[in-house]
């Protein structure tokens, strides 16, 4: 096959994926083609639905057993795909047990992270060869792997979070025990774990968009949800993010309906400052102010990051959405660069989260940076190290709490 027929089919590839991104967050909502899709999707997302609720039921009647590890397990997690800003979320925690002395392990399944090749594990299963350790992306002392070996989040983690081991693996088991013997870890942050049932977490933290709660209220393939709204009762605490401050009284109220004693905390993704991709160290973000900006992203909802931008003062003159989790290729970055340049941009902004997946070499034709954000909490603590304290510390609060969990948690710390 020639390579201009390569790249068509790569082209209408990625534009039926696209379409079909559109579709399911809801972009897309007429046309014959967007009915017939829906309908396909809509058929398979009820087969989904029966193997979510068939697993949970397992789990739940202990058929299936989870895991204890004999330490404290605090996962953080979201009903729906990507989007809830999870991250910065998990990094807060991590810090804030790593200050009070606490030997932090943040176990992540390293999403699009690259791969063994197939081979070496068709090699190993005829050759009953033992399976690789997970991936250490930081040791607590140096960042070991890029992004493209870790995955986006991992390698973020680990970059921002010194003194924090960050390892990768899909069986976060196999990941929490290596943890604990390796690296003497006494709290594990299982990071994305909500559905990942074979670690047995103390603490499920459920994190819930409010600018986009729950979709369509459709699961996998036809909406957003990974599992059913109502296991919002498997939670611990639920945070209510991307918060603009205004009450949102039928959110809340869907949260008690579902999960009345739950606690519920408001936070916003706050924009912190401007770092400079070129060499130029943090910049205030005043320097959005008034500036022509040209805004590229690769993640879920980018509507959101935009609607950042342009809220700090920003006139954005070009823009361009890659798929989530997109690895940006030199020759898209100069198709862009040129736009930029021809909307006379005066500097050109992206997500933390796609600055790790841009060309080592990229050169850009005006100053390049990506906008970092931080949490602030809006409701039910005074800051998010109150949060902390209250929900991890002392060790004795596990025991003496009196959530649903006490007694769980009571039982897995003298295993």
């Given at each position: 096959?020639?390579?201009?027929w390569m790249?068509?089919?790569?082209?209408?590839?990625?534009?039926?994926?696209?379409?079909?991104?559109?579709v399911?967050?809801?972009?897309?909502?007429?046309?014959?083609?967007?009915?017939i899709?829906?309908?396909v999707?809509?058929?398979?997302?009820?087969?989904?639905?029966?193997i979510?609720?068939?697993?949970?039921?397992?789990?739940?009647?202990?058929?299936?057993?989870?895991?204890?590890?004999?330490?404290?397990v605090?996962?953080?997690?979201?009903?729906?795909v990507?989007?809830?800003?999870?991250?910065?979320?998990?990094?807060?925690?991590?810090?804030?047990?790593?200050?009070?002395?606490?030997?932090?392990a943040?176990l992540?399944?390293g999403?699009?992270?690259?791969?063994?090749?197939?081979?070496?594990?068709?090699?190993?299963?005829?050759?009953h060869?033992?399976?690789?350790?997970p991936?250490?992306v930081?040791?607590?002392?140096?960042?070991?792997?890029?992004?493209?070996?870790?995955?986006?989040?991992?390698?973020m983690?680990?970059?921002?979070?010194?003194?924090?081991?960050?390892?990768?693996?899909?069986?976060?088991?196999?990941?929490?025990?290596?943890?604990?013997?390796?690296f003497?870890?006494?709290?594990?942050?299982?990071?994305?774990?909500?559905?990942y049932?074979?670690?047995?977490?103390?603490?499920n933290?459920?994190?819930?968009?409010?600018?986009?709660?729950f979709?369509?209220?459709?699961?996998?393939?036809?909406?957003?949800?990974?599992?059913?709204?109502?296991?919002?009762?498997?939670?611990?605490?639920?945070?209510?993010?991307?918060?603009?401050?205004?009450?949102?009284?039928?959110?809340?109220?869907?949260?008690?309906?579902?999960?009345?004693?739950?606690?519920?905390?408001?936070?916003?993704?706050?924009?912190?400052?401007?770092?400079?991709?070129?060499?130029?160290?943090?910049?205030?973000?005043?320097?959005?102010r008034?500036?022509?900006?040209?805004?590229?992203?690769?993640?879920?909802?980018?509507?959101?990051?935009?609607?950042?931008?342009?809220?700090?003062?920003?006139?954005i003159?070009a823009?361009?959405?890659?798929?989530?989790?997109?690895?940006?290729?030199?020759?898209?970055?100069?198709?862009?660069?040129?736009?930029?340049?021809?909307?006379?941009?005066?500097?050109i902004?992206?997500?933390?989260?796609?600055?790790?997946?841009l060309p080592?070499?990229?050169?850009?034709?005006?100053?390049?940076?990506?906008l970092?954000?931080?949490?602030?909490?809006?409701s039910?603590?005074?800051?998010f190290?109150?949060?902390v304290?209250?929900?991890c510390?002392?060790?004795?609060?596990?025991?003496?709490?009196?959530?649903?969990?006490?007694?769980?948690?009571e039982?897995d710390?003298?295993?």
């Open positions: 096959m020639s390579s201009r790249k068509r089919l790569a082209v209408r590839s990625r534009q039926f994926e696209e379409f079909a991104v559109d399911v967050y809801g972009r897309r909502d007429s046309g014959k083609s967007v009915a899709f829906g309908g999707l809509f058929g398979l997302s009820r087969v989904f639905e029966g979510v609720r068939t697993r949970y039921w397992l789990y739940k009647q202990r058929i299936f057993r989870n895991q204890p590890l004999g330490v404290p605090v996962v953080v997690g979201n009903l729906t990507g989007g809830t800003g999870k991250t910065p979320i998990v990094e807060k925690f991590a810090r804030s047990l790593a200050l009070r002395g606490r030997h932090v943040i992540s399944r999403y699009k992270s690259r791969s063994e090749p197939a081979y070496r594990r068709f090699w190993r299963w005829i050759s060869g033992e399976n690789p350790p991936k250490v930081s040791d607590g002392q140096n960042v070991l792997l890029d992004s493209a070996e870790a995955g986006d989040e991992p390698f983690l680990a970059r921002n979070l010194p003194g924090v081991v960050v390892l990768v693996d899909k069986n976060r088991v196999k990941a929490g025990q290596y943890a604990i013997k390796k003497g870890s006494d709290i594990l942050l299982l990071d994305d774990g909500f559905q049932m074979p670690l047995r977490g103390q603490l933290l459920l994190l819930v968009d409010k600018t986009n709660p979709g369509n209220r459709q699961l996998l393939p036809r909406g957003i949800l990974r599992e059913p709204v109502g296991h919002l009762r498997r939670a611990s605490y639920v945070f209510i993010t991307k918060s603009d401050g205004q009450p949102d009284g039928e959110l809340r109220q869907t949260i008690r309906d579902l999960h009345p004693e739950v606690e519920v905390i408001e936070c916003a993704h706050r924009p912190a400052y401007l770092q400079s991709l070129n060499g130029g160290g943090r910049h205030s973000l005043e320097e959005l008034g500036k022509r900006v040209a805004a590229f992203s690769g993640i879920a909802t980018p509507e959101s990051f935009e609607k950042l931008l342009t809220e700090l003062g920003a006139e003159c823009k361009k959405r890659f798929l989530d989790h997109h690895r940006f290729t030199a020759e898209e970055m100069e198709r862009f660069f040129t736009r930029a340049m021809d909307a006379q941009a005066d500097i902004v992206t997500t933390e989260k796609d600055a790790v997946r080592a070499d990229l050169s850009s034709p005006a100053p390049l940076y990506y970092r954000l931080e949490i602030e909490i809006l039910g603590d005074h800051d190290d109150a949060a304290s209250r929900i510390f002392p060790r004795d609060s596990f025991r003496h709490t009196r959530t649903p969990f006490a007694a769980e948690v039982e710390l003298d295993e």
